[in-house]
């Protein structure tokens, strides 16, 4: 998906296997030179680094989670209070009040165990519920080959946010708009080809200016026999 949420290429995960299998796959057929790749925390692989990095000519920026318990402890073992490089972040939305903090600091010679690690990154969300007043606290932690002078940590945030544009901007939407999930299509090929028709729809919509899905198939819905069409530039 790229960053202004526009869905590119899907790949169905095969029967006993996961997600992790299919990294390479996926993103092969694709010149991803000089892009910046973001991913969660199952995609934090030694191999999927170099394949980014070594063959697709390709930035990364990977989230570290307990999943890696050893790569985790280093980042959290770095010296972050003398770190100076950061960035604040404030914002309020979807009923919550909302502040981030971006540190990051070079890693090279730290002894890091992963490839082509070269800087470090700790987001710290304090997030206040404004309707509850309740406050809660997340510490995230991520690794990029990016340098300090091809992203500060105002970037680096930003990278680290936009990876929840996956998950905000189409699976959300897919669930809720789409009732994905309480679909009947559940045979064969059915749901991989659904799941493309609807991320057809959600890009068409994005690339006319629907910033609001169910609104905007509300609008084509009015008129059937003509609006689907103009969407899809078919006279």
Not at 39 to 51: E, I, N, V
Not at 163 to 176: A, C, G, K, P, S
Request: charge should be positive; include cysteine.
């Amino acid at each position: 998906m790229t960053g202004d949420g526009r869905t590119v290429t899907q790949l169905r995960v095969p029967d006993k296997t996961n997600e992790i299998t299919c990294f390479t796959a996926l993103l092969a057929p694709y010149d991803l030179t000089g892009v910046t790749v973001t991913a969660d925390a199952l995609h934090t692989r030694r191999g999927h680094a170099r394949f980014l990095v070594e063959e697709k000519k390709a930035h990364c920026l990977i989230v570290v989670k307990a999943n890696q318990p050893g790569l985790h402890r280093q980042l959290r073992s770095l010296p972050w209070s003398d770190v100076t490089a950061r960035r604040y972040d404030r914002e309020t939305g979807h009923g919550r009040k909302e502040t981030r903090v971006t540190k990051a600091l070079t890693i090279t010679g730290l002894g890091l165990d992963f490839p082509h690690a070269v800087q470090a990154v700790r987001v710290l969300r304090h997030r206040t519920d404004l309707k509850t007043g309740r406050c809660s606290r997340q510490t995230v932690y991520a690794i990029t080959d990016l340098t300090s002078h091809q992203a500060s940590p105002q970037r680096l945030g930003q990278l680290a946010r936009s990876q929840w544009t996956i998950e905000n901007r189409l699976h959300f939407v897919r669930d809720t708009t789409f009732c994905e999930d309480h679909s009947k299509i559940r045979t064969g090929h059915g749901p991989e080809n659904m799941a493309t028709l609807r991320n057809l729809a959600i890009n068409t919509l994005r690339q006319h200016r629907h910033r609001n899905i169910a609104a905007g198939l509300r609008h084509a819905s009015y008129d059937p026999f003509n609006r689907p069409l103009d969407l899809l530039n078919i006279p």
